[in-house]
């Protein structure tokens, strides 16, 4: 008998390379989504035939268990969050509704359906926040800097006590940024990488930033959803950060992401007066409304525990990564007329 596996989110980045790779380990794959006017294949076509999509949202309880009962999953994968830091400003109580809440109405509906159902919670990095030290490890404390942050430690805990209140099997994974060509667009990375794509294809002239000296460990999102798998097949239930342990500033990632199409960009001026050039030609520039109203400064992830335990490390590097996804936004746009 196959094994089945629900992911919530499955419409985002991660829920594809993680339906991918569940579905290499011949798993039958439910993606649970929520219903929008938007097309929800953007990321998912190329493996749409083979999943079964099924509608449920994760801030309406009584569709998690219609959704758990009707599907018998063996694993949950709960991916679903409202995930862009700074829309948690703007839609505060709906992050805490989706982000925070939506974690317990899932682990609320297992108890209640089967207390057995193996369930991963997406956790963030983000929780860290104002560092209390570094690098950050499983015991760091808690410092979040973003009603995003506060939502996803609220789901940390909540997942940690109903693992210790009914003896669930239940695993917190505390993911560092992961990246890919399957990052929405308005998430720094991709933004990057799909506008120097279009510098190079002369499709646009220049692009604006906010803090270019936050620091993030970066990694691939491919390599990542294969550590969420490990947590759900170990003998005990725990709690993992996984991370590359490598810390690299938005500058460096735009300087890097310009080398892949063979231009060097030269930073001028300070603050909100900075810009990159390119040849004598602004193609960055800072505007103030992409700051946070609280910035989360720089993140480095150590990963020792998920070494030694499951196995996992990552095994993309930064450049590689800035490539991959430079490259295939050049590929992308080729197409595309304007
Ligand atoms: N989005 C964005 N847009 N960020 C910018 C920009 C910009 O124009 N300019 C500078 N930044 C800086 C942000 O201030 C932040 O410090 C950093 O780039 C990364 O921003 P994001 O790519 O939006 O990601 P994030 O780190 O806030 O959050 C991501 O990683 C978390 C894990 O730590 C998201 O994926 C979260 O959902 C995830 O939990």
New binding site residues.
């Given amino acids: 008998m196959k094994k089945k596996a629900l992911c919530t989110g499955i419409t985002g980045q991660a829920g594809f390379y993680l339906a991918k790779f569940l579905l290499s380990k011949g798993y039958e794959v439910y993606g649970m989504y929520r219903r929008t006017s938007l097309d929800i294949g953007e990321r998912i076509d190329p493996i749409i035939k083979d999943i079964h999509l099924v509608e449920g949202d994760v801030i309406d309880p009584d569709s998690i268990i219609k959704v758990l009962q009707e599907t018998k999953p063996d694993e949950v994968y709960h991916l679903a ?1 409202q ?4 829309a948690s400003w703007t839609q505060v109580f709906s992050t805490g509704q989706i982000t925070a809440l939506g974690t317990l109405n899932m682990l609320e509906g297992i108890r209640l359906v089967d207390k057995n159902i193996k369930f991963y919670n997406a956790a ?3 929780m860290f926040g104002k560092v209390q030290e570094t690098p950050q490890k499983e015991s760091t404390p808690f410092y979040p800097r973003s009603p ?1 942050g506060v939502a ?1 430690v609220y789901g940390y805990w909540i997942t940690k006590n109903y693992r210790e209140s009914y003896n669930m099997f239940v695993c917190n994974g505390i ?3 992961h990246e890919s060509p399957k990052r929405p667009k ?4 991709r ?1 990057i990488t799909n506008s120097v794509a279009k510098i190079k294809l002369e499709k646009q002239e220049y692009f ?5 000296d ?1 620091r ?1 460990d970066w990694g691939f999102a491919g390599d990542y959803v294969e550590a969420m798998w490990k947590m759900l097949q170990q003998d005990k239930p725990d709690d993992y950060v996984i991370s590359t342990g490598e810390t690299h500033s ?1 500058r460096e990632f735009v300087e890097e992401s310009f080398k892949v199409v063979g231009m060097n960009i030269v930073w001028e001026g300070e603050g909100i007066n900075e810009v990159g050039k390119v040849d004598e030609n602004i193609v960055v520039k800072v505007n103030p409304k ?1 700051y ?1 109203p609280a ?2 400064d720089v ?1 480095t992830g150590d990963c020792t525990k998920a070494k030694n335990i499951l196995g996992w490390q990552s095994n993309t590097k930064f450049k590689e990564l800035v490539k991959m996804m430079v490259e295939s936004d050049l590929e992308d746009l080729k197409w595309v007329l304007i």
């Fill in positions: 969050a995930s862009f830091v700074p963030s990095s983000e995003y996803k993911l560092f940024n308005q998430f720094v990375t933004k604006e930033l906010g803090n270019l936050a993030r938005v992409f946070r910035e989360v993140l």
